[in-house]
């Protein structure tokens, strides 16, 4: 069985912890002698290594970190460390390891040893695991400890927390024989397993959703008050009631609601990992465990609703889910995957050694070591930042009587923060690609001896860019497999070891020499992390810059004889720091090309005896076998490669696979962030990918029985919509700007080929091929002549406009070269003029640049939109079309719309502008109790959801948002429910411009 803190933080057994490795000496095995070849007399690509000695990449272009950290303690280990605590009137420290054991010891950084205080897994029968300990605020009279340990996975009753009974001797020890359960739910993975008492006197107890890390919340507990699930709990424990070994306090926000655990403080937590109270004014904070993007901070508030599993902090996870009866509450503050992957919380300081952190809010990660600090107003983060950067395992922090904190290593150690004595050396970190030390000649670009070219199998799709790349480990170093903390085997890459990659683009496409260096991309490994720079060529080629670390654009202009001009412009990215590390995550690689997917091919090697370049050629994993860089000790396992995307004479699935693999796997598998939680990845089974026939879980943009692959039909696959459009829903979201219409051909026939499943919806299928026909019969007819009117054929477009599924249909004609230029020119007309803007967003690519629609996007600013001078006329059309902001898909303005949510022919007199526009950005925060949705739970296990029509002695009778009524009687209503989510959907003004949120604004505002 996994131990409890491997189920907590499952998905770092898929991290690296570099520092650990333990290199194994394992067999090649028979597939890799093949390619290794070791008794072949043919020649290999390099013979002999030359040592990289001219590196200067050491260290980091930022400053360091203000603190580190250091041990105390340092004559005390112990084994799998989780939980500290401290008690007034005892100035010791106690430590709870996660296998049962609790000890004490004098704090004193001399202590010699720990003492024993109890070993619970021998003493409680079927305990397995340890979670958390707090001393009652009574402690000095009544001498009761709590803990929270588990028993074996799934049992009902499996996770407890019972009081126990401490002595006053020197030193104190715990009788087991004194042990009174106060309270069990079901254990599972998450088990939260905090324990703390409040400044109220009551013990606050965080549960989590008793669940492996995935599928999410399998339960459905998140938003669920009838179980003690995902919560965050309060009892009184100093008085008992209806048999029960606590009272509830009667000041508990569910206390009255029907169904619901009334010991429930908060909820909507996935795994609760460590919480604290400010010792000065009460306040309580949980570090929440997150799923696939974010790792979470809460400053909880009475009755809060944290949001798992409708999301995930900031993103959507279930957005059909059942939400609770509270509004969910945003994170104080959310850490993506690239900088955090197990969150621990951790506790407000209030010692005297750190006076500058007075007040501050302390945190850290327990995958990758880092500690941040925040500072809270009360209402607000006033402050936040990072403090140090560790190799710890941050599992638990906790405080002595004098408010110091501590930070506890899951290892065994115990840690505090001192200020940084390390001197700011990031002036001396190359500023210039030439000072990096990884050219002979920058300008030329001839790699420096000992720096080895290398190239891939299928290459990532950047925006057109051709790619050229370079490995450089330190010395003759090489990669070897090693074992990580938990004994899992991993490629272990040599310290300050590089690869980098210089992006070329040509100006004048099909034209080699045209071509210009636009940035080197270089990942370096300092020894525990790897780390993402970007450097930007200058005009004249002979060098490029360090971009800094926000990142920046760079606007090119590149040859087009299609564009009036001439040209067109193409905007160049070069990604922050932070955006290198959400593709390069330790999920995905972090390197992403240099493994035996991608290297195993053959590559030209200059000749040894000065003949032309391709005189020799060897498969690269040979050749970097041959001279070190790359140990042994990796040919133990199997010996797979990617397909090359372009080949044509390469299989076609693995053409597509391999394509996704690279452009898509790095967030689209376990753990890693795919928020639609289906798996690209090349060695993933495809049909364990969660991708055909799989319901799209953050939308369908209108395709009639879409799934994210519908086999056969690439027209009803989200997929391929999403790598047709340029709008929000434009995947890759990281690294590319601009549609790749090779890669959306591969994929348009690798869905086709795919043997189709049985139709679910007769009519949606009709639906689908009447579309494809008419494309086909619109193509052959212009072909063959046949247009009977000049007409004609811009009617047939508007018709296939009309649809998702239409346009998609219309475009693949178009990628094919199946319209003349002249039919081609008018579906480009009337696509990017359309009034839908999920037909619009697929017609995008085909605008310029400049003349595109700057859209608002998810990052809103409503005093931009509201200093704008509307144009009501402009704002009627905007209500009134077909995917724009469909405001009259619900709302009826005078004798237009539809008759589902109020009636706005005189909102105008209601609401302000602002309020309008607050009203539209948040629709749950002030919702009309005439047009609440109910969500209703029948006897059959059926459930409907809409606004309530009417209710009487005989039946409940509920609208959904198509207007179809729902009658169900009342004697078969099992449950029925208010929901604080509008049906008004959050988001509608995001794929709008501001031009265009001001107009409908305006528009609103008139209606009186």
């Given at each position: 069985?996994?131990?409890?803190?491997?189920?907590?933080?499952?998905?770092?057994?898929?991290?690296?912890?570099?520092?650990?490795?333990?290199?194994?000496?394992?067999?090649?095995?028979?597939?890799?002698?093949?390619?290794?070849?070791?008794?072949?007399?043919?020649?290999?690509?390099?013979?002999?290594?030359?040592?990289?000695?001219?590196?200067?990449?050491?260290?980091?272009?930022?400053?360091?970190?203000?603190?580190?950290?250091?041990?105390?303690?340092?004559?005390?280990?112990?084994?799998?460390?989780?939980?500290?605590?401290?008690?007034?009137?005892?100035?010791?420290?106690?430590?709870?390891?996660?296998?049962?054991?609790?000890?004490?010891?004098?704090?004193?950084?001399?202590?010699?040893?720990?003492?024993?205080?109890?070993?619970?897994?021998?003493?409680?029968?079927?305990?397995?695991?340890?979670?958390?300990?707090?001393?009652?605020?009574?402690?000095?009279?009544?001498?009761?400890?709590?803990?929270?340990?588990?028993?074996?996975?799934?049992?009902?009753?499996?996770?407890?927390?019972?009081?126990?009974?401490?002595?006053?001797?020197?030193?104190?020890?715990?009788?087991?024989?004194?042990?009174?359960?106060?309270?069990?739910?079901?254990?599972?993975?998450?088990?939260?397993?905090?324990?703390?008492?409040?400044?109220?006197?009551?013990?606050?107890?965080?549960?989590?959703?008793?669940?492996?890390?995935?599928?999410?919340?399998?339960?459905?507990?998140?938003?669920?008050?009838?179980?003690?699930?995902?919560?965050?709990?309060?009892?009184?424990?100093?008085?008992?009631?209806?048999?029960?070994?606590?009272?509830?306090?009667?000041?508990?926000?569910?206390?009255?609601?029907?169904?619901?655990?009334?010991?429930?403080?908060?909820?909507?937590?996935?795994?609760?990992?460590?919480?604290s109270i400010d010792r000065q004014n009460g306040?309580?904070?949980?570090?929440?465990?997150?799923?696939?993007?974010?790792?979470?901070?809460?400053?909880?508030?009475?009755?809060?609703?944290?949001?798992?599993?409708?999301?995930?902090?900031?993103?959507?996870?279930?957005?059909?889910?059942?939400?609770?009866?509270?509004?969910?509450?945003?994170?104080?503050?959310?850490?993506?995957?690239?900088?955090?992957?197990?969150?621990?919380?951790?506790?407000?300081?209030?010692?005297?050694?750190?006076?500058?952190?007075?007040?501050?809010?302390?945190?850290?990660?327990?995958?990758?070591?880092?500690?941040?600090?925040?500072?809270?107003?009360?209402?607000?983060?006033?402050?936040?930042?990072?403090?140090?950067?560790?190799?710890?395992?941050?599992?638990?922090?906790?405080?002595?009587?004098?408010?110091?904190?501590?930070?506890?290593?899951?290892?065994?150690?115990?840690?505090?923060?001192?200020?940084?004595?390390?001197?700011?050396?990031?002036?001396?970190?190359?500023?210039?690609?030439?000072?990096?030390?990884?050219?002979?000649?920058?300008?030329?670009?001839?790699?420096?001896?000992?720096?080895?070219?290398?190239?891939?199998?299928?290459?990532?799709?950047?925006?057109?860019?051709?790619?050229?790349?370079?490995?450089?480990?330190?010395?003759?170093?090489?990669?070897?497999?090693?074992?990580?903390?938990?004994?899992?085997?991993?490629?272990?890459?040599?310290?300050?070891?590089?690869?980098?990659?210089?992006?070329?683009?040509?100006?004048?496409?099909?034209?080699?020499?045209?071509?210009?260096?636009?940035?080197?991309?270089?990942?370096?490994?300092?020894?525990?992390?790897?780390?993402?720079?970007?450097?930007?060529?200058?005009?004249?080629?002979?060098?490029?810059m360090l971009v800094e670390m926000a990142g920046?654009?760079?606007?090119?202009?590149?040859?087009?004889?299609?564009?009036?001009?001439?040209?067109?412009?193409?905007?160049?990215?070069?990604?922050?720091?932070?955006?290198?590390?959400?593709?390069?995550?330790?999920?995905?690689?972090?390197?992403?090309?240099?493994?035996?997917?991608?290297?195993?091919?053959?590559?030209?090697?200059?000749?040894?005896?000065?003949?032309?370049?391709?005189?020799?050629?060897?498969?690269?994993?040979?050749?970097?076998?041959?001279?070190?860089?790359?140990?042994?000790?990796?040919?133990?396992?199997?010996?797979?490669?990617?397909?090359?995307?372009?080949?044509?004479?390469?299989?076609?699935?693995?053409?597509?696979?391999?394509?996704?693999?690279?452009?898509?796997?790095?967030?689209?598998?376990?753990?890693?962030?795919?928020?639609?939680?289906?798996?690209?990845?090349?060695?993933?089974?495809?049909?364990?990918?969660?991708?055909?026939?799989?319901?799209?879980?953050?939308?369908?943009?209108?395709?009639?029985?879409?799934?994210?692959?519908?086999?056969?039909?690439?027209?009803?696959?989200?997929?391929?919509?999403?790598?047709?459009?340029?709008?929000?829903?434009?995947?890759?979201?990281?690294?590319?700007?601009?549609?790749?219409?090779?890669?959306?051909?591969?994929?348009?026939?690798?869905?086709?080929?795919?043997?189709?499943?049985?139709?679910?919806?007769?009519?949606?299928?009709?639906?689908?091929?009447?579309?494809?026909?008419?494309?086909?019969?619109?193509?052959?007819?212009?072909?063959?002549?046949?247009?009977?009117?000049?007409?004609?054929?811009?009617?047939?477009?508007?018709?296939?406009?009309?649809?998702?599924?239409?346009?998609?249909?219309?475009?693949?004609?178009?990628?094919?070269?199946?319209?003349?230029?002249?039919?081609?020119?008018?579906?480009?007309?009337?696509?990017?003029?359309?009034?839908?803007?999920?037909?619009?967003?697929?017609?995008?690519?085909?605008?310029?640049?400049?003349?595109?629609?700057?859209?608002?996007?998810?990052?809103?600013?409503?005093?931009?939109?509201?200093?704008?001078?509307?144009?009501?006329?402009?704002?009627?059309?905007?209500?009134?079309?077909?995917?724009?902001?469909?405001?009259?898909?619900?709302?009826?303005?005078?004798?237009?719309?539809?008759?589902?949510?109020?009636?706005?022919?005189?909102?105008?007199?209601?609401?302000?502008?602002?309020?309008?526009?607050?009203?539209?950005?948040?629709?749950?925060?002030?919702?009309?109790?005439?047009?609440?949705?109910?969500?209703?739970?029948a006897k059959n296990d059926q459930n409907y959801?809409?606004?309530?029509?009417?209710?009487?002695?005989?039946?409940?009778?509920?609208?959904?948002?198509?207007?179809?009524?729902?009658?169900?009687?009342?004697?078969?209503?099992?449950?029925?429910?208010?929901?604080?989510?509008?049906?008004?959907?959050?988001?509608?003004?995001?794929?709008?411009?501001?031009?265009?949120?001001?107009?409908?604004?305006?528009?609103?505002?008139?209606?009186?």
């Open positions: 069985m996994k131990s409890a803190v491997q189920c907590l933080f499952a998905v770092v057994l898929l991290v690296p912890r570099l520092f650990a490795a333990d290199a194994t000496n394992a067999v090649i095995a028979p597939t890799w002698k093949a390619v290794l070849q070791p008794d072949s007399s043919e020649p290999v690509g390099i013979e002999r290594r030359v040592p990289w000695t001219t590196s200067r990449l050491v260290g980091s272009p930022e400053p360091p970190l203000p603190y580190v950290v250091t041990r105390v303690f340092p004559k005390l280990k112990f084994k799998d460390l989780v939980d500290m605590a401290n008690t007034a009137g005892i100035d010791r420290l106690f430590v709870a390891e996660q296998w049962g054991k609790v000890f004490s010891f004098r704090n004193d950084p001399g202590a010699e040893r720990p003492e024993l205080v109890i070993d619970l897994q021998k003493e409680v029968p079927g305990l397995t695991q340890l979670y958390g300990m707090a001393f009652h605020p009574g402690f000095a009279t009544n001498h009761f400890v709590y803990f929270c340990y588990v028993l074996k996975d799934g049992l009902p009753d499996g996770t407890h927390v019972s009081r126990f009974t401490m002595t006053q001797s020197e030193p104190p020890r715990i009788d087991s024989a004194t042990e009174k359960i106060v309270i069990t739910w079901l254990s599972g993975g998450h088990n939260g397993g905090c324990v703390k008492f409040g400044l109220d006197g009551f013990l606050y107890i965080s549960t989590g959703d008793s669940a492996s890390p995935d599928p999410p919340d399998p339960l459905n507990t998140g938003q669920d008050l009838s179980d003690l699930l995902s919560s965050v709990l309060r009892v009184d424990v100093d008085h008992e009631d209806n048999g029960k070994a606590y009272r509830v306090p009667a000041d508990n926000p569910f206390v009255s609601a029907p169904g619901a655990r009334n010991e429930i403080w908060a909820y909507g937590f996935r795994n609760p990992w460590r919480m306040a309580l904070w949980v570090g929440d465990v997150g799923w696939e993007l974010w790792e979470m901070i809460y400053r909880v508030e009475r009755g809060g609703n944290y949001g798992w599993s409708i999301v995930e902090g900031p993103q959507s996870v279930k957005p059909n889910g059942k939400p609770g009866p509270t509004p969910i509450l945003a994170p104080v503050v959310s850490h993506p995957h690239s900088e955090a992957a197990s969150i621990t919380g951790g506790c407000v300081y209030h010692g005297k050694r750190l006076r500058q952190l007075e007040g501050t809010y302390i945190y850290g990660d327990w995958v990758t070591g880092k500690l941040w600090g925040l500072r809270h107003d009360g209402k607000r983060v006033s402050w936040q930042g990072e403090l140090a950067n560790s190799t710890l395992q941050v599992v638990c922090f906790g405080e002595d009587n004098a408010g110091e904190l501590y930070i506890a290593d899951y290892g065994g150690g115990i840690y505090q923060l001192e200020a940084n004595p390390v001197p700011d050396t990031s002036r001396s970190f190359p500023r210039k690609l030439s000072e990096t030390g990884l050219f002979a000649s920058t300008k030329s670009h001839t790699p420096a001896p000992g720096v080895i070219p290398f190239s891939v199998n299928a290459e990532l799709w950047s925006d057109g860019a051709m790619a050229e790349r370079l490995a450089a480990f330190p010395g003759t170093s090489g990669v070897y497999k090693g074992k990580d903390l938990w004994g899992s085997v991993k490629w272990i890459f040599p310290s300050d070891g590089v690869l980098a990659k210089t992006l070329s683009l040509e100006l004048e496409p099909g034209k080699a020499r045209a071509a210009r260096r636009i940035e080197t991309q270089i990942l370096h490994f300092d020894g525990v992390s790897w780390h993402g720079y970007s450097f930007r060529w200058n005009d004249d080629q002979s060098d490029a920046a654009d760079r606007a090119l202009e590149i040859a087009d004889a299609q564009s009036r001009d001439g040209h067109r412009r193409q905007t160049w990215h070069f990604h922050s720091r932070a955006e290198c590390l959400r593709c390069h995550n330790p999920w995905g690689g972090p390197p992403l090309a240099f493994n035996f997917l991608e290297l195993n091919k053959d590559q030209p090697y200059p000749s040894t005896r000065g003949g032309a370049v391709d005189a020799c050629r060897d498969n690269q994993i040979r050749t970097l076998a041959h001279i070190g860089m790359l140990d042994p000790s990796l040919f133990d396992e199997p010996s797979p490669k990617l397909a090359n995307p372009r080949d044509p004479k390469a299989d076609l699935q693995e053409r597509a696979r391999s394509w996704l693999h690279v452009n898509c796997a790095h967030c689209h598998r376990f753990g890693a962030g795919g928020s639609v939680a289906s798996f690209f990845n090349f060695d993933q089974k495809l049909e364990e990918s969660r991708t055909l026939n799989a319901s799209p879980s953050q939308g369908t943009f209108s395709i009639p029985g879409a799934h994210v692959i519908t086999p056969g039909e690439p027209l009803r696959s989200v997929l391929y919509y999403r790598l047709s459009s340029l709008g929000p829903a434009h995947m890759p979201r990281i690294g590319s700007r601009v549609v790749s219409e090779d890669a959306l051909n591969l994929i348009y026939d690798w869905i086709k080929q795919m043997p189709k499943g049985p139709t679910t919806n007769e009519a949606d299928a009709a639906t689908v091929a009447n579309l494809v026909a008419a494309t086909r019969s619109l193509s052959g007819e212009l072909r063959a002549e046949e247009n009977s009117s000049p007409k004609e054929p811009g009617e047939r477009i508007e018709r296939l406009l009309s649809s998702t599924v239409g346009a998609l249909a219309l475009l693949r004609e178009m990628n094919t070269k199946a319209l003349s230029p002249v039919l081609q020119a008018e579906a480009i007309a009337r696509g990017t003029a359309n009034a839908n803007v999920l037909v619009r967003d697929l017609f995008e690519r085909f605008v310029p640049e400049e003349r595109r629609a700057q859209r608002l996007g998810t990052s809103i600013k409503p005093d931009q939109i509201l200093a704008l001078k509307g144009d009501a006329a402009r704002g009627e059309k905007v209500f009134f079309s077909e995917g724009s902001a469909q405001c009259f898909q619900c709302h009826r303005v005078r004798d237009r719309g539809r008759d589902f949510g109020p009636d706005l022919s005189r909102i105008g007199q209601k609401y302000s502008r602002a309020q309008l526009l607050e009203n539209i950005l948040e629709p749950s925060k002030t919702i009309d109790p005439a047009f609440a949705t109910y969500q209703l739970e959801s809409g606004l309530l029509v009417r209710r009487s002695p005989e039946e409940v009778v509920l609208k959904d948002a198509n207007l179809n009524e729902t009658h169900v009687k009342l004697g078969d209503v099992k449950t029925m429910e208010t929901s604080k989510v509008s049906a008004m959907p959050e988001g509608l003004l995001q794929a709008l411009t501001a031009q265009e949120a001001a107009d409908l604004i305006e528009f609103l505002s008139t209606l009186r």
